[in-house]
Nanobody, 120 residues
Framework: HVQLVESGGGSVQAGGSLRLSCAAR????????MGWIRQAPGKEREGVAS???????EYDASVKGRFTISRGNARNTVHLRMNTLKPEDTAMYYC???????????????WGQGTQVTVS
């Protein structure tokens, strides 16, 4: 049973920053793609950022230049640094993983339980 556990969500004022983290508690994701998907109330899920095991990244246009995705040294963790947050970034953020290759529009095999980000 694969388990992805997110942390770091919360409430922040517009213009502020948050850092989300995700750890794979079971399974091995060193060669997997990892990423973040978000869903706001009443809206469809959208890919935010993804990162391959080789470090290559992809960002949604709405967050490019403000968000940075990175992987930990153990490769089983992924982080999302979010700067200059806007109210429209308010959503539940899910950590995801899947075998490579991947894009933001991929079908992600593994999901965390989600962490709420609220920007006011």
């Amino acid at each position: 049973h694969v388990q992805l556990v997110e942390s770091g969500g919360g409430s922040v004022q517009a213009g502020g920053s948050l850092r989300l983290s995700c750890a794979a508690r079971t399974g091995t994701f060193r060669s997997a793609c990892m990423g973040w998907i978000r869903q706001a109330p009443g809206k469809e899920r959208e890919g935010v950022a993804s990162i391959h095991s080789n470090g290559s990244t992809e960002y949604d246009a709405s967050v490019k230049g403000r968000f940075t995705i990175s992987r930990g040294n153990a490769r089983n963790t992924v982080h999302l640094r979010m700067n200059t947050l806007k109210p429209e970034d308010t959503a539940m953020y899910y950590c995801v993983a899947t075998p490579p290759p991947c894009t933001l529009g991929s079908t992600w095999n593994y999901w965390g339980q989600g962490t709420q980000v609220t920007v006011s």
